[in-house]
């Protein structure tokens, strides 16, 4: 056994693999796989790692699938560095061992993922999205919130908002039911502020419905109107979760607003919005936005959005051929002296 994917094939559960940190998606084996095998680069690089949560249920023991963490280091080129990986894969089979020995008394084994380097804890609107995916696969029920939390944005107002919980907003955001989104669309902007930005937060990961667009843009229109940073970055990574061409459209708006380029909106771009820079002008005007912005940390997100397949070859052609009085070009040279 060299790999995971081997001890996946191997274990007679059902696998269930899923990337946290940049967007919670589903991944497939095979992509997995082959990430494994050093034969592709992690497609969603975070923080130079790439984090996944693997779940695992076996039919026979009826129980809830059990759920690992896992952030996995990079190299420059995206690839897996191997030896982490293969260090947990030895502790795991250590555990394994184990627990057969404990069957006929010896003592159990420690928890797989306690102390482990390679475990992580993802936010909380990650983890909510990820266990409401997983309850829809396993043909589990949704969370005891769901059903009010699907009442409220529908429309109930004998329902109080602060009753709602998180799971539930993820619930209703998996489910993607045309009610919801129907109610979404007419009501959004009316909802309370906390409500408005934990949604955004869950959409953010691909799941915001084309219909809904057009609202979340004029909304984040009031929101630079009022100068409210936090309510315009978070619907800003909601518009920027979808594929739609408009938001391509409406990012290279928001790039050259002088008002708009604070640190934050400028992170919310490259951690949601990869896709949409995936267009050299685009791409040049955001390298260039960033390389003006005093706050924002240059470095760190340039070298995370490289590692992107797609993003690597123009990031780094843009960096080596910046016109020499341009911010980027300033800035690589500084980088490089």
């Known amino acids: 056994m060299q790999t995971l994917s081997d001890f996946f094939s191997g274990s007679g559960a059902e696998v269930v693999l899923s990337t946290l940190g940049r967007r919670v998606t589903p991944m497939p084996q095979a992509s997995f796989a082959a990430f494994e095998r050093e034969q592709a680069p992690w497609p969603l690089p975070w923080n130079g790692r790439a984090q996944v949560a693997c779940a695992l249920r076996w039919p026979e023991l009826e129980t809830d699938p059990a759920i690992w963490f896992l952030a996995l280091p990079l190299d420059e080129q995206g ?16 555990t394994l061992s184990a627990r ?40 589990q029920p949704p969370s005891a919130f769901s059903d009010m939390t699907r009442r409220y944005l529908v429309g109930d107002e004998s329902l109080d908002w602060q009753m709602l919980g998180l799971q539930g907003l993820a619930d209703q955001v998996v489910a993607k039911d045309p009610a919801v989104t129907s109610a979404l669309v007419e009501r959004f902007d009316t909802m309370p502020r906390e409500v408005i930005l934990a949604l955004c937060y869950l959409l953010e990961h691909g799941d915001t419905p084309d ?17 409210d940073i936090e309510a315009f970055c978070a619907l800003l990574r909601a518009l920027l979760g979808s594929e ?28 949601r919005g ?64």
């Open 79 to 94: 690839q897996l560095v191997p030896a982490p990986r293969d260090e947990f894969l030895d502790r795991l089979l250590q």
């Open 274 to 337: 990869w896709h949409h820079l995936e267009h050299e002008a685009r791409l040049e005007r955001f390298l260039e936005r960033l390389a003006e912005s005093p706050e924002a940390d240059f470095r760190p997100v340039v070298r995370d959005l490289a590692l992107i397949p797609r993003l690597r070859l123009p990031i780094l052609m843009m960096l080596r051929q910046a016109p020499m009085g341009s911010s980027l070009g300033r800035f690589v040279r500084q980088w490089n002296a």
């Open 100 to 139: 057969a020995a404990s069957a006929n008394g010896e003592p159990a084994p420690d928890n797989l993922m306690q102390d482990n380097p390679l475990a992580f804890e993802p936010e909380l609107h990650q983890r909510a999205l990820l266990h409401a995916r997983l309850s829809r696969h396993f043909g």
């Open 244 to 271: 739609d061409a408009r938001v391509g459209g409406w990012l290279d708006r928001i790039l050259d607003d002088d008002a708009l380029m604070a640190a934050d909106c400028l992170a919310a771009i490259a951690a």
């Open 211 to 227: 219909e809904l667009l057009p609202t979340l843009w004029s909304m984040l229109e009031s929101a630079r109107e009022r100068r």
